[in-house]
Nanobody, 123 residues
């Protein structure tokens, strides 16, 4: 069984930064694509960013491109999401997820999920 444990959420002012971490266990972490998704109240879960198994390739939704950075440390079985220049519209529950094969922008392509820390951007 795969477990994904996230940390790093919280409340931040607009323009501020947060870093989310997601630690994985129960699978060969370095072999799998990792993704971050988010879900705001009343909205569907949406793609934020993904990174391939080696970390060489990253993918972002246009809404976060240039502000968020996804990275991974396979020695620590951890994936990160550095979020800078945060906006109120970034407020959501953020989930990390894992899948085999190539990255996907649809949540249905991912088979294991973290619990989802809350990120709130407000003054």
């Amino acid at each position: 069984q795969v477990q994904l444990v996230e940390s790093g959420g919280g409340l931040v002012q607009p323009g501020g930064s947060l870093r989310l971490s997601c630690s994985a266990s129960g699978r060969t972490f370095s072999s799998y694509t990792m993704g971050w998704f988010r879900q705001a109240p009343g909205k569907e879960r949406e793609f934020v960013a993904a990174i391939n198994w080696s970390g060489a390739n990253t993918y972002y939704d246009d809404s976060v491109k240039g502000r968020f950075t996804i990275s991974r440390d396979n020695a620590k079985n951890t994936v990160y999401l550095q979020m800078n220049s945060l906006k109120p519209e970034d407020t959501a529950v953020y989930y990390c997820a894992t899948k085999q094969g190539r990255w996907a922008g649809s949540p249905s392509g991912y088979d294991y999920w973290g619990q989802g820390p809350q990120v709130a951007v407000s003054s």
